[in-house]
């Protein structure tokens, strides 16, 4: 069973207008959440952060809102820009208790039209 | 060289081939790790090597064997595979710290793996 889920496999967003991907999850230990980007033909690469103290984070264009209480995460993009086309990976972190393992979901594709 | 490199970035195999996948890292971090992405799935975890030990192995077939004979350089050796273990392999680092949890990976560009 997935702990961390992206629900939406795919959205397409306007350039210039707000792009906001989902993430939910189900393990209640999970406390350091992790946005990736990948293009293709190249490994994901890190885009932003929050620890379950905070719930937000923000850098940028890119802000990361976290609601424990319905275990959920999102990542905001505006203003969106065309080589924001990715797909977005969601992750999550157990904390010092849970070694060094990050849990992924299944990610989403972004399509920014010009 | 930078970051995390992955060679070969592609690789065609029969099924009673032995090949193997390399990674390095050149960020001084202290940890390594094998994830596979198949069609339509998350990454997943395989293995997990901490200074050059092995700390996690999920769950992940004996015809996958990994190496790591140092903190810069990770293996993974394939004998016998299957046409389903094709998928792109990523390696990755991080640095640990004790007493916490993991932080960023560090990603290579992944070697895709196609099982014939």
């Known amino acids: 069973d997935q702990q961390v889920k992206q629900n939406s496999p795919s959205l397409s967003v306007q350039e210039g207008r707000i792009s906001i991907l989902n993430c939910d999850y189900t393990n209640s230990m999970f406390d350091y959440f992790l946005w990736y980007k990948k293009y293709p033909a190249e490994g994901p690469t890190f885009l932003i952060s929050i620890s379950s103290i905070k719930d937000k984070n923000e850098d940028g264009r890119f802000t990361v809102f976290l609601n424990k209480s319905a275990k959920h995460l999102s990542l905001h993009i505006v203003p969106s820009q065309p080589g924001d086309s990715a797909v977005y990976f969601c992750?999550?972190?157990?904390?010092?208790?849970?070694?060094?393992?990050?849990?992924f979901g299944g990610g989403t594709r972004l399509m920014v039209k010009p | 060289e930078t970051g995390v490199t992955q060679t070969p970035r592609h690789l065609v195999m029969g099924m009673t081939n032995k090949k193997s996948l390399k990674c390095e890292q050149h960020?001084?971090?202290?940890?390594m790790y094998w994830y596979k992405q198949s069609a339509k799935k998350p990454l997943e975890l395989m293995f997990v090597y901490n200074f050059k030990e092995q700390t996690e192995n999920n769950s992940v077939p004996s015809r996958f064997s990994p190496e790591c004979p140092n903190s810069s350089h990770l293996f993974l050796h394939l004998h016998t595979l299957q046409p389903e273990d094709s998928a792109l392999y990523l390696c990755?680092?991080?640095?640990?710290?004790?007493?916490?949890?993991?932080?960023?990976?560090?990603f290579g560009e992944g070697s895709r793996l196609t099982v014939l």
């Open positions: 992750a999550a972190s157990g904390g010092p208790n849970a070694g060094n393992m990050l849990t």
């Open positions: 990755a680092s991080s640095q640990i710290y004790s007493g916490s949890g993991v932080g960023e990976l560090f």
């Open positions: 960020l001084g971090h202290n940890a």
